[in-house]
């Protein structure tokens, strides 16, 4: 069975920084572009990020860019959300996804940020 099990989530204060862990299994993690989304309470979900199959420079949405680095071990099968200058506006539940399917999300990770 495919298995994206996100951690590393928190409370952490305003100006503060977090790293998001998934770890795959299942599937080859490697032959995927995979994404990170998020959701906040009585919110839609929002597309954060995605990177390549093979790492390197990842895309962003607008909302996180400059602050989030999003990163991959293809050894490990783990992907990776560094978040740093986090806002209030930042705290939901942070997912990991295959492509940039919200569907296929598995277990989240919930990122709250406050003072």
């Known amino acids: 069975d495919v298995q994206l099990q996100a951690s590393g989530g928190g409370e952490v204060q305003p100006g503060g920084s977090l790293r998001l862990s998934c770890a795959a299994s299942?599937?080859?993690?490697?032959?995927?572009?995979m994404s990170w989304f998020r959701q906040a309470p009585g919110e839609k979900p929002e597309w954060v990020s995605s990177i390549g199959r093979t790492g390197g420079a990842g895309i962003y949405a607008d909302s996180v860019k400059g602050r989030f680095t999003t990163s991959r071990d293809n050894a490990k099968n783990t992907l990776y959300l560094h978040m740093d200058l986090l806002k209030p506006e930042d705290t939901a539940i942070y997912y990991c996804?295959?492509?940039?399917?919200?569907?296929?999300r598995g277990q989240g990770t919930l990122v709250t940020v406050s003072s």
């Open positions: 299942g599937f080859t993690f490697s032959d995927f572009t």
């Open positions: 996804t295959r492509h940039s399917n919200f569907g296929s």
